[in-house]
């Protein structure tokens, strides 16, 4: 985690599914779109994933109701298949994923350089929100 400021926030999860199918879900942008939300009124009404280091991905999120949407975008640092995901946003924060599983349950952790505008507790909530959407989905589907 030397990348990571030591202000950075962690959010997890553990899903109840393997760890193949866990880093499939997160990286597809068919399962993306399905999922990028931190409540029922937003949704990703686009994602394009290039999962490599220097590839760049962007996701759209939108509120459904129009009034508002921006792009969450960076560049990859690191990818290590099934286990870890090192990214830059476009306002040079720094986020660090690890998926930890087995063939029945995967534990995904985010570590992520808070921004400077909204109170931590917010961030946190609002990271902590899209993971569980995340669980939730992949557990359905």
């Known amino acids: 985690m030397d990348t990571i400021n030591n202000k950075a926030i962690t959010v997890q999860a553990t899903v109840n599914a393997n760890v193949q199918k866990v ?3 997160w990286n597809q942008p ?3 779109t399905q999922w990028c939300q931190a409540s029922a009124d937003w949704h990703a009404p686009y994602a394009d994933n290039d999962l490599r280091p220097g590839g760049k991905f962007k996701t759209t999120m939108a509120a459904k109701d129009g009034s508002f949407s921006f ?3 960076g560049i990859y640092d690191k ?3 099934y286990k870890h995901i090192n990214y830059t946003m476009a306002d040079g924060r720094r986020v660090n994923i690890s998926f930890n599983g087995d063939s029945q349950t995967t534990t995904v952790t985010e570590t992520f350089d808070p921004e400077n505008t909204n109170p931590v507790e917010m961030q946190r909530g609002g ?3 899209i993971l569980d959407s995340f669980k939730k989905y992949t557990e359905e589907n």
């Open 30 to 32: 068919e399962h993306i």
């Open 127 to 129: 990271w902590q929100a």
């Open 23 to 25: 880093w499939n879900y």
């Open 71 to 73: 792009d969450f975008e």
């Open 79 to 81: 990818v290590e298949e």
